[in-house]
């Protein structure tokens, strides 16, 4: 099986097109060639170009958990370059269908890649959120006896906002995970840690639903940026740092998110069936 990858900032994905595969990918596939060390390694699988009336482009993408996520900023971006490289788009908007909405993308000159993200919703039904329909605004949750003050969004997936003063990694990885699986989160979420550190710039620490700790994500830097803007806490243009890198993000005043960036390519390769094999094996 021929594959493709790509990082932007460190956030890594596989791309795979359908045309390559003999058969479907398990979720036990999906999670044999996501994993660090009986794999290939990455943050996620890109499975497309897919045929569609709905858009120029249609793209599935998977967590290294085997399940499937709605939207992924830094995945369309990177889908973005599979499809430049493949002499399949130019430096023209396109559009890109997933299961979490439609969005446009478009190569600029320089070599950075921005997407229009589509409309950030603060609606508890829509992310969705347990309780009574209201704007998830500075909520309150409760996590190992502690009440954290948080708000809900959703650009197409699911996200849990937390400002502080100081963030962490070890924060992420300490609270993330619980905040992932939480009963108020009936389809789990992506987990943020902001800081303000101006007008016009912020700082995310982030633990990815299906994924765990990442060094950058879009939708979570899309998520971060409205929650901040919406709060009046910056400006709608701002750069979103993260471990990995910074992503330029514009929130515009019906709340939808043109985000900006760059995206590497790491190589091309095979994938043995030896690999699919020895994880059949392992799980009997």
């Not at 009986?38 to 890109?46: K, Q, R, T």
């Not at 508890?124 to 309150?140: A, E, F, H, M």
């Not at 299906?210 to 939708?219: E, M």
């Not at 929130?251 to 059949?280: C, M, N, W, Y």
Request: some cysteine; glycine content about 10%.
């Amino acid at each position: 099986m021929k594959f493709y990858k790509y990082h932007g900032l460190g956030n890594d994905y596989i791309v795979i097109d359908p045309a390559d595969q003999s058969s479907e990918l398990s979720k036990s596939d999906i999670r044999t060639i996501c994993h660090r060390n009986f794999g290939i390694g990455s943050d996620g699988i890109l499975l497309g170009p897919i045929q569609t009336e709905k858009a120029d482009f249609s793209v599935r993408i998977f967590n290294p958990d085997g399940s499937e996520a709605e939207k992924s900023g830094n995945g369309l971006r990177i889908f973005s370059r599979y499809l430049h490289d493949k002499k399949q788009v130019s430096n023209k908007p396109f559009t890109i269908s997933t299961i979490g909405g439609m969005v446009e993308s478009r190569i600029h000159d320089n070599g950075l890649i921005s997407v229009d993200m589509g409309i950030v919703s603060f609606d508890s039904d829509k992310i969705p959120v347990t309780g009574p329909n209201r704007q998830v605004l500075n909520d309150t949750i409760e996590v190992d006896g502690q009440k954290i003050t948080y708000c809900g969004a959703t650009i197409g997936n699911p996200h849990c906002i937390i400002i502080r003063d100081e963030i962490s990694p070890e924060l992420a990885k300490r609270i993330g995970p619980k905040l992932e699986i939480h009963p108020n989160f009936p389809n789990r979420t992506n987990v943020q840690f902001m800081k303000i550190i101006d007008r016009s710039n912020i700082e995310i620490e982030i633990w990815e639903r299906g994924a765990g700790y990442t060094l950058a994500s879009g939708s979570s830097s899309s998520a971060s940026a409205a929650v901040a803007w919406q709060l009046g806490l910056t400006d709608p243009e701002m750069t979103v740092h993260m471990p990995g890198g910074k992503l330029n993000i514009l929130v515009h005043k019906d709340l939808s998110i043109t985000l900006k960036g760059p995206v590497t390519r790491v190589g091309e390769g095979l994938i043995d069936s030896e690999i699919f094999q020895q994880a059949a094996q392992s799980d009997n």
